[in-house]
């Protein structure tokens, strides 16, 4: 019989998540496989898990949780030899990814669905010595969303990252950046610089709406002027898919880019602070194979 780890962190979704805890044993005992839960209690736990998966070749790990549980079960994963097929269910506040696979935001639905899944294989990208499958993001308004609580992220959803990231960006607080890429260099101010690897950032679909999740490229945005107008211009460009147009905006595609900032800032990965600049940062084309559903299903 094949074999899956389920891992679970019981305090995303509210705490909701033992709520479909056993309906997700249920769908994948139904499409034949023996099944190990793991509960996370704390940091690191997904991660450790999911590289076990990997170390005893499990056929399938499937992840609950939140952004952050999902990221570190991709970082369990990521390095191995042995890269064992991944699915996921997710409990989090923005659920990029989900977005960006086509995976249903409701959680029934997403356990549903497993079991018509096709396997596909999707980009994720290396920044130092980490993983992420969306965005890093470098700047004041990367380094105040790392600042919002579990308890803000609770109550106001991706509300949460707008205020915080609204209070960065109309900081005019500019940094000089360097960024070294596949078809040259950029140098000047900037207020934030985005490296994205799906359409979906930040719970918006359209930011990047280019961007696909298996094209091997990184999707760069630098933001080069902040300030109120600035700010209500860029919004609406966002929500047009058009942020790329803004006389305020370099974008750049590449497979691959050196960045520095002067002062050093801390990245945000995926939702969370995980580096400093300077930092390399690399596409990992086809890297990570996925259960998604299929295309007449999403």
Not at 61 to 75: F, K, L
Not at 108 to 113: K, Q
Not at 125 to 138: E, P, Q, S, T
Not at 149 to 171: D, H, M, P, R, V
Request: glycine share 8%; charged share 25%.
């Amino acid at each position: 019989m094949k074999k899956a780890m389920f891992i679970l962190n019981p305090s995303s979704g509210k705490e909701l998540a033992s709520t479909f805890k056993e309906e997700t044993i249920k769908t994948l005992d139904s499409m034949g496989y023996h099944v190990e839960v793991k509960e996370t209690q704390g940091e690191g736990d997904a991660m450790k898990f999911a590289r076990q998966a990997c170390d005893e070749t499990y056929d399938l790990v499937t992840a609950m949780g939140g952004d952050g549980t999902i990221n570190e079960a991709v970082n369990g994963i990521a390095e191995q030899s042995h890269r064992t097929l991944f699915s996921f269910i997710p409990l989090g506040t923005v659920n990029d990814f989900a977005r960006a696979l086509g995976i249903s935001l409701d959680p029934h639905e997403a356990i549903e669905s497993l079991k018509t899944a096709e396997p596909h294989f999707v980009d994720i990208a290396k920044a130092a010595d980490k993983y992420f499958m969306n965005i890093l993001a470098i700047g004041q308004v990367a380094e105040s969303v790392s600042l919002v609580s579990a308890e803000q992220k609770t109550k106001l959803g991706t509300l949460a990252y707008l205020i915080e990231g609204f209070k960065a960006l109309t900081s005019k607080d500019e940094t000089q950046v360097h960024v070294q890429h596949d078809h040259g260099t950029w140098e000047g101010e900037a207020v934030l610089v985005l490296v994205a690897l799906t359409n979906s950032v930040g719970g918006f679909e359209k930011l990047a709406p280019k961007a696909e999740t298996d094209d091997g490229l990184l999707h760069v945005f630098v933001v080069k002027s902040a300030g109120l107008p600035a700010f209500m211009r860029m919004g609406t460009a966002v929500l047009l898919g058009k942020l790329e147009e803004d006389p305020d905006v370099v974008m750049i595609k590449t497979e691959k880019a050196h960045i520095k900032t002067n002062p050093e800032l801390s990245c945000n990965l995926d939702g969370d602070e995980g580096c400093h600049t300077p930092i390399d940062v690399q596409v990992l084309k086809g890297h990570l194979n996925v259960l998604i559903p299929m295309r007449n299903e999403r």
